[in-house]
């Protein structure tokens, strides 16, 4: 059932992850091609706004300051993912593994590598900061139009 809270808290995500992968982009390096990353970033952010957050809403301050942080968490972990898979489905094109084993076990080493080119204060700052704050604005959604 769509309430104003989900569209807050998706829109709120939407924002974090945007911002965020702006912050990771020049971790990337000067020759990695951004493309539509920050755009699916941010629908990503979306999606787990309105399905994370967004149902969370409505139990208290401190409650939805956690949830805002679990939400920055499941978007970072569905962003690593996508891209990996990504990453992998290219590197296959280009005959780099044995068989399809191969191919799927590297999708985690790929989301191990890239979480940890993504440590950086920046865009833990973004996160963490943009969690919270989203989880704030979902809660104070749920009070105002419920």
Not at 32 to 42: I, K, M, Q, S, T
Not at 73 to 98: G, H, I, N, P, T
């Amino acid at each position: 059932m769509p309430t104003a809270a989900k569209l807050v808290a998706a829109v709120a995500f939407a924002i974090v992850g945007w911002i965020a992968a702006n912050a990771y982009v020049p971790v990337l390096g000067a020759d990695f091609d951004a493309g539509p990353f920050r755009e699916l970033v941010a629908l990503i952010g979306l999606v787990v706004g309105w399905r994370v957050m967004g149902p969370d809403a409505g139990q208290g301050y401190k409650h939805s300051m956690g949830s805002g942080l679990k939400t920055a968490v499941v978007l970072v972990f569905f962003a690593l993912l996508l891209f990996s898979v990504r990453e992998m489905v290219l590197q296959s094109m280009k005959m780099r593994y044995d068989g399809p084993t191969d191919a799927v076990l590297d999708v985690f080493s790929l989301m191990l590598e890239r979480a940890r080119e993504m440590m950086t204060a920046e865009v833990l700052g973004v996160l963490l900061i943009g969690g919270i704050i989203a989880g704030i604005l979902t809660e104070k959604a749920s009070k105002r139009w419920s």
